[in-house]
Protein backbone atom coordinates (compact mmCIF):
# COMPACT_ATOMS: atom_id res chain seq x y z
CA UNK A 1 0.00 0.00 0.00
CA UNK A 2 1.58 3.42 -0.75
CA UNK A 3 1.97 5.91 1.69
CA UNK A 4 -1.18 8.43 0.06
CA UNK A 5 -3.03 5.26 0.88
CA UNK A 6 -1.85 4.34 4.20
CA UNK A 7 -2.55 8.22 4.90
CA UNK A 8 -6.17 8.39 3.64
CA UNK A 9 -7.32 5.35 5.52
CA UNK A 10 -5.75 6.71 9.05
CA UNK A 11 -7.36 10.13 8.23
CA UNK A 12 -10.89 8.57 7.32
CA UNK A 13 -10.37 5.61 10.00
CA UNK A 14 -10.04 8.05 12.83
CA UNK A 15 -13.11 10.38 12.41
CA UNK A 16 -15.72 9.24 14.70
CA UNK A 17 -18.54 9.49 12.80
CA UNK A 18 -17.15 6.95 10.09
CA UNK A 19 -16.94 4.40 12.65
CA UNK A 20 -20.12 4.54 14.20
CA UNK A 21 -21.81 5.03 10.62
CA UNK A 22 -19.94 1.44 10.07
CA UNK A 23 -18.32 2.95 7.28
CA UNK A 24 -15.84 0.40 5.41
CA UNK A 25 -13.69 0.90 2.91
CA UNK A 26 -14.33 -1.28 -0.31
CA UNK A 27 -11.70 0.18 -2.55
CA UNK A 28 -9.27 3.16 -2.42
CA UNK A 29 -6.77 4.58 -4.66
CA UNK A 30 -5.67 6.94 -8.07
CA UNK A 31 -8.22 9.66 -6.08
CA UNK A 32 -10.78 7.27 -6.14
CA UNK A 33 -12.62 5.46 -3.03
CA UNK A 34 -15.49 3.12 -2.43
CA UNK A 35 -16.96 3.20 0.87
CA UNK A 36 -20.28 1.23 2.16
CA UNK A 37 -22.16 1.66 5.06
CA UNK A 38 -24.62 -1.23 6.28
CA UNK A 39 -28.16 -1.04 7.02
CA UNK A 40 -28.43 0.06 10.48
CA UNK A 41 -31.76 0.68 12.14
CA UNK A 42 -30.48 3.01 14.17
CA UNK A 43 -29.82 5.34 11.35
CA UNK A 44 -33.95 5.16 10.42
CA UNK A 45 -35.20 8.57 9.57
CA UNK A 46 -38.43 7.39 9.18
CA UNK A 47 -39.94 4.30 11.59
CA UNK A 48 -42.86 4.17 9.45
CA UNK A 49 -40.57 3.05 6.32
CA UNK A 50 -37.23 2.03 7.54
CA UNK A 51 -35.49 4.11 5.02
CA UNK A 52 -32.18 5.40 6.23
CA UNK A 53 -32.11 9.15 7.37
CA UNK A 54 -30.45 11.69 4.77
CA UNK A 55 -27.90 12.98 7.00
CA UNK A 56 -26.51 9.29 7.18
CA UNK A 57 -26.25 8.88 3.29
CA UNK A 58 -24.37 12.36 3.33
CA UNK A 59 -22.14 11.67 5.95
CA UNK A 60 -20.75 8.63 4.00
CA UNK A 61 -21.15 10.64 0.58
CA UNK A 62 -18.72 13.37 2.04
CA UNK A 63 -16.03 10.65 3.95
CA UNK A 64 -16.09 9.24 0.77
CA UNK A 65 -15.36 12.56 -1.35
CA UNK A 66 -12.16 13.14 1.46
CA UNK A 67 -10.79 9.33 0.96
CA UNK A 68 -10.89 10.25 -2.74
CA UNK A 69 -9.49 13.72 -2.23
CA UNK A 70 -6.69 12.38 0.43
CA UNK A 71 -5.69 9.34 -2.19
CA UNK A 72 -5.28 11.41 -4.89
CA UNK A 73 -1.69 11.41 -6.83
CA UNK A 74 -0.60 14.59 -5.88
CA UNK A 75 -0.13 13.52 -1.88
CA UNK A 76 -2.04 15.84 0.64
CA UNK A 77 -1.61 15.91 3.84
CA UNK A 78 -4.89 16.55 4.74
CA UNK A 79 -8.24 17.89 3.97
CA UNK A 80 -11.70 19.44 4.51
CA UNK A 81 -15.10 20.11 3.01
CA UNK A 82 -15.76 23.36 1.34
CA UNK A 83 -18.69 22.53 -0.36
CA UNK A 84 -21.01 19.47 -1.11
CA UNK A 85 -23.80 19.79 -2.99
CA UNK A 86 -26.20 16.50 -3.01
CA UNK A 87 -29.16 15.95 -4.93
CA UNK A 88 -31.22 13.08 -3.35
CA UNK A 89 -32.88 10.96 -6.14
CA UNK A 90 -34.85 8.72 -4.01
CA UNK A 91 -34.87 6.72 -0.70
CA UNK A 92 -32.52 3.98 -0.15
CA UNK A 93 -34.15 0.41 0.10
CA UNK A 94 -34.77 -0.19 3.82
CA UNK A 95 -32.39 -3.19 4.95
CA UNK A 96 -29.87 -2.92 1.93
CA UNK A 97 -26.31 -0.99 2.23
CA UNK A 98 -25.79 1.89 0.86
CA UNK A 99 -22.10 2.35 -0.90
CA UNK A 100 -20.35 5.90 -1.91
CA UNK A 101 -17.99 5.70 -5.24
CA UNK A 102 -16.01 9.18 -5.27
CA UNK A 103 -13.96 10.11 -7.59
CA UNK A 104 -11.28 13.20 -7.30
CA UNK A 105 -11.11 14.39 -10.71
CA UNK A 106 -9.81 18.14 -10.66
CA UNK A 107 -7.58 19.22 -8.64
CA UNK A 108 -5.72 23.36 -8.14
CA UNK A 109 -2.89 24.51 -6.17
CA UNK A 110 -5.29 24.53 -2.63
CA UNK A 111 -8.31 22.83 -4.16
CA UNK A 112 -9.90 19.29 -5.21
CA UNK A 113 -13.34 18.90 -6.69
CA UNK A 114 -14.89 15.50 -6.50
CA UNK A 115 -18.01 13.82 -7.82
CA UNK A 116 -19.53 11.07 -5.89
CA UNK A 117 -23.03 8.61 -6.60
CA UNK A 118 -24.37 6.92 -3.46
CA UNK A 119 -26.24 3.50 -4.02
CA UNK A 120 -28.06 0.97 -2.98
CA UNK A 121 -27.77 -2.57 -4.30
CA UNK A 122 -29.51 -1.07 -7.11
CA UNK A 123 -26.42 0.23 -8.59
CA UNK A 124 -28.44 1.06 -11.91
CA UNK A 125 -30.94 3.39 -9.93
CA UNK A 126 -28.54 6.11 -7.96
CA UNK A 127 -29.97 6.70 -4.35
CA UNK A 128 -27.93 10.56 -4.51
CA UNK A 129 -24.88 12.22 -6.41
CA UNK A 130 -22.84 15.10 -5.39
CA UNK A 131 -20.25 17.24 -6.33
CA UNK A 132 -17.88 18.69 -3.76
CA UNK A 133 -14.86 21.13 -3.41
CA UNK A 134 -12.19 20.42 -0.27
CA UNK A 135 -9.59 22.30 1.06
CA UNK A 136 -6.12 20.65 -0.31
CA UNK A 137 -2.77 21.12 2.01
CA UNK A 138 0.02 19.49 0.84
CA UNK A 139 2.94 18.31 3.00
CA UNK A 140 5.43 21.28 3.22
CA UNK A 141 7.88 21.21 0.61
CA UNK A 142 5.90 19.16 -1.97
CA UNK A 143 5.07 20.80 -5.01
CA UNK A 144 1.60 22.04 -6.42
Known sequence: MTDIIRIARQFIEAIPHARALGMAF?????????????????FVGDPATGVIH???????????????????????????????????????????????????YHVTRSVAFVRVTATDED???????????FTLDRPKGAAP
Open 26 to 42: DSLGDGKAVISMPYDPR
Open 54 to 104: GGAVSALMDTASGAAVMCHPTGPASTATLDLRIDYFRAATPGQKITARAEC
Open 123 to 133: ESRPVAAATGA
